[in-house]
């Protein structure tokens, strides 16, 4: 913690920064790089997190800084004109350089150029509120910003953390065990005390302080694609919405009971893509269903940029665990690749079961906010147009998702036939 103390915002009042090459980040002052000659500029990563209190991860090639929810992610090259053509981050004596204005737009910190200075710095944030819900034994603070906020562990019980950039924080209710106290980089922010260390989630705009039994099940989101006056693609009198809905509940049943299975929606209703994205954030599965005219099925994935939460919350929990409670840990911990892995076996049950499927990798919103592995799956109408064909998807997925946890796979229970459309017995092999 003592490295955030140099962190604050500069951008009143300095007219010092006119110098060539210089870099101003917060309070602190580094050097500014121009690879192959251009005239994009440079800073180095490590630095810069540091002074900003930003999360910093190198992994898979890769290099990640994170703020709140958001997520800068750089590919790394060892040359110069590579760097700046795709805006990689560069190696370069010893240590990595990342594009600074780049980092500020994803990062969304503050970017000025001062006569051919970089200015770099963290927007003042305000707490807006703090809500504390409890369900069964896990008891959640969720502390809402003005923006996205990166927030630190200063001390477990009674909790004590660090809202790195935090200017303004709501009066605290008379009576109240939350208090605050004001730093020069941010505000701390100390919860009652309670019998178990506390986890950190991260969310849009949004920070939630989690404890109690790790001893839950893991979580697995279902996202039925579409719905609403949203129908989605619409063949033969099949509307994709119907179809997305009929598979995540077929696919809920038979996973019910030995995971936590959540279901993005459960009627014909739209849901905002933001809020299905916030369902992803706290999931070890993430399955968004979708479907498209023909008869393949493709799966696909985001390149590793959903799991750099896990793997930060990860590490911060596997110092202080038990190992007999290591095993349960590490289903939350999504490890770099996770997400093509998931995908690639997901294909492969579907390849198994005779149907044609390929992965993709590309982008997309909903996959990049996925905290665990997330993956988007389009399956060709022919394979949904019955019942059975709708079941046997299901049936491929609920194993592919027990494989990817480590569980055994079970025989399904035939009996727990989810509605609508209940399929025949016995008539879902191919
Ligand atoms: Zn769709």
């Known amino acids: 913690m003592q490295r955030l103390l140099l962190v604050g915002l500069l951008w009143l009042g300095l007219g010092w920064a006119q110098y060539e090459n210089r ?4 309070f602190q002052e580094s050097q500014a790089i121009y690879p192959g000659g251009g005239t994009v500029a440079y800073g180095p990563a490590k630095f810069i997190a540091e002074a900003l209190g930003l999360g910093y991860l190198e992994a898979s090639g890769r290099v990640y800084l994170s703020q709140g929810s958001r997520v800068a992610a750089f590919g790394i090259s060892s040359q110069g004109a590579d760097a700046v053509r795709f805006l990689n981050a560069y190696r370069y004596q010893g240590s990595l350089w990342v594009p600074v204005r780049e980092l500020a737009r994803n990062l969304d910190l503050y970017y000025r150029n001062d006569y ?55 009066e605290a209710p008379p009576n109240s065990a939350i208090s605050f106290s004001r730093e020069d980089w941010g505000t701390e922010i100390y919860l009652p ?18 404890r109690g039994s790790l001893n839950r099940l893991p979580r697995v989101v279902l996202d039925a694609g579409h719905g609403g006056a949203d129908t989605g693609v619409v063949v033969g009198g099949l509307r994709e919405k119907d179809l997305t809905l009929s598979v995540s509940r077929r696919l809920q049943a038979l996973l019910q009971g030995r995971l936590e299975v959540v279901l993005t929606r459960n009627a014909d209703r739209a849901v905002p893509l933001l809020a299905r994205a916030q369902y992803a954030s706290s999931a070890q599965v993430f399955i968004s269903l979708h479907a498209a005219a023909g008869n393949r099925v493709t799966v696909y994935s985001h390149p590793e940029v959903q799991t750099l939460r896990l793997l930060e919350k990860g590490r911060e929990l596997s110092a202080r665990t038990p190992t007999n409670q290591r095993a349960v840990l590490e289903r939350y911990v999504a490890a770099p690749g996770s997400a093509a892995r998931f995908a690639q076996g997901v294909s492969e049950g579907f390849a198994t079961a005779g149907i044609v499927a390929n992965t993709s990798q590309d982008a997309m919103y909903v996959l990049s906010m996925a905290g665990g592995a997330a993956i988007l799956v389009e399956v060709g109408f022919e394979q949904l147009r019955t019942p059975q064909g709708r079941e046997q998807v299901a049936e491929v997925l609920a194993r592919a998702v027990l494989a990817y946890l480590g569980l055994p796979e079970a025989a399904p229970p035939r009996t727990a036939a989810p509605p609508p459309n209940p399929s025949p017995a016995g008539g879902v092999r191919p």
């Open 193 to 210: 005390q309670g019998n178990d260390p506390p986890r950190l989630l991260f969310l849009p705009r949004q920070v939630v302080v989690e």
């Open 23 to 26: 870099l101003l980040v917060g």
């Open 116 to 170: 051919g200075a970089p200015v770099l710095a963290l927007r003042p944030a305000r707490l807006l509120e703090v809500q504390r819900a409890v369900a069964g034994s896990s008891e959640r603070y969720i502390l809402r910003f003005d923006r996205d906020v990166q927030v630190r562990i200063i001390a477990n019980n009674p909790p004590r953390l660090a809202m790195i950039g935090v200017r303004e924080v709501p």
